[in-house]
């Protein structure tokens, strides 16, 4: 009777971790859509204060990431230097990573910056201080990322913050 309960405690369990992992690719591939399908035009200004339109961000045909977030923000701060880890072995892929503070300043954003050693070089760090990309590209929350093509066309949108270390997003 004993090895039938600690059999039926097993099967449970096993069954409860397939659901829990099938819940978390859920969430990641069940991201939701927006009607903004290709960049919309926007300025935003890099740490030099130097105006930067949305134009230019894609000027070398790649693959590129926008990515909403604030120095201020709990979540945006965790997911930080896992998102510059995913950004490093992207490095010598086609892929860019444009990284917008939003409700910021140049000043907070260099102070919260010294505490990363290395950013990567295909990481551009850009400063929104008035929201207006959020409004723009329908941002309800940060951290919130969208994956353009080289034709500029979104891919997919990520809400909330992503966990960039799972297998899922290396093959984007």
Known sequence: ??????????????GSYFFYQNTKLQNITNQPQISIKTIPQFS???????????KKLNTKNKKYFIHIWGTWCGPCQSEFPILLNYAKSKNDSDIL?????????IISVNKY???FDDI???VVI???NANSVGRI????????TYLYSEKNELINKFVGPQNWNLAYYRDL
């Open 120 to 122: 990567p070089t295909n």
């Open 113 to 115: 910056l010294k505490k």
């Open 44 to 54: 935003v200004v890099n740490l030099n204060n130097e105006t930067i339109s949305s």
């Open 126 to 128: 850009l400063i929104d």
């Open 1 to 14: 009777m004993k090895n039938i309960f600690i059999l039926i405690l097993i099967i449970i369990s096993i």
């Open 137 to 144: 590209l329908e941002s309800n929350q940060v951290p919130e």
């Open 97 to 105: 990573f444009y990284l917008i503070a939003t409700s910021d300043d």
